[in-house]
């Protein structure tokens, strides 16, 4: 069955604590590798797509870059409004378009 | 751009009753999906429609789950009867057929509660 697997599944850092959050998947033939931002009561929003090992793409204090084997979210100096739940979801060649989701990273940022 | 508007936005019912959600996609966005997320998951995709034909409905559980929809724009999810394990979160999500982005704009959800 395909994998992925979010770590840590909770983060709490100071505010202006850099840190990184972790997305590995099991399968090859990856289309793309996304990362959404999910606040309570809210739907998942969109920040990335990354679709070949070395990508990196960059939004504000957010960093996301991918690897043969997993994708990380690098937040730089993160501010209290950054707390949410960062969900990654994979996309494979086979098959139809389907997304696959992580159980995602809630992430604290303590002022 | 209106985004992805849900309705409900929360409902609670007892086991064995029946409940139904709407969808309202963002305009010209062909590529439709339901997921369902459980507390403390990432959410899973139920249905995927593209016009008002199927994709994918392979983890629909086909027994008391239904979607429709007719006119290619506007969607409905049923649940009869509901059991405990569905209390969850549903989202609907849409896409442009052309976007090669495969971006998905999601609404914010039905909170279902089965008592």
């Known amino acids: 069955e395909d994998q992925v697997t979010q770590s840590p599944e909770a983060l709490r850092l100071q505010e202006g604590e850099s840190s990184s959050l972790n997305c590995s998947y099991t399968?090859?033939?990856?289309?793309?590798l996304f990362w959404y931002r999910q606040d309570p009561g809210k739907g998942p929003e969109f920040l990335f797509t990354?679709?070949?090992a070395g990508e990196e793409k960059e939004k504000e204090r957010l960093k996301a870059t991918l690897t043969k084997k997993e994708s990380f979210l690098h937040i730089t100096a993160p501010k209290p409004e950054d707390s949410a739940t960062y969900l990654c979801a994979v996309q494979y060649n086979f098959g139809n378009e389907k997304l696959t989701f992580g159980t995602g990273t809630r992430l604290t940022i303590i002022p | 751009e209106a985004g992805v508007a849900q309705s409900p936005r929360y409902k609670i019912i007892e086991k064995r009753q029946s409940v139904a959600f709407w969808c309202n996609p963002i305009?010209?966005?062909?590529?439709l999906y339901w997921y369902q997320q459980i507390l403390g998951q990432g959410p899973k995709l139920l249905i995927q429609f593209q016009n008002n034909g199927v994709v994918d409905d392979s983890q629909l559980p086909k027994d008391r789950f239904s979607a429709e929809r007719l006119k290619g724009v506007d969607s409905t999810l049923k649940i009869q009867p509901a059991k405990l394990e569905d209390s969850a979160v549903y989202l609907c999500?849409?896409?442009?057929?052309?976007?090669?982005?495969?971006?998905?704009?999601f609404g914010p959800g039905t909170r279902l509660t089965v008592t």
């Open positions: 990354l679709y070949s």
């Open positions: 999500a849409s896409r442009r057929v052309r976007d090669r982005s495969y971006e998905q704009y």
């Open positions: 305009s010209g966005h062909a590529t």
């Open positions: 399968v090859s033939g990856l289309r793309g």
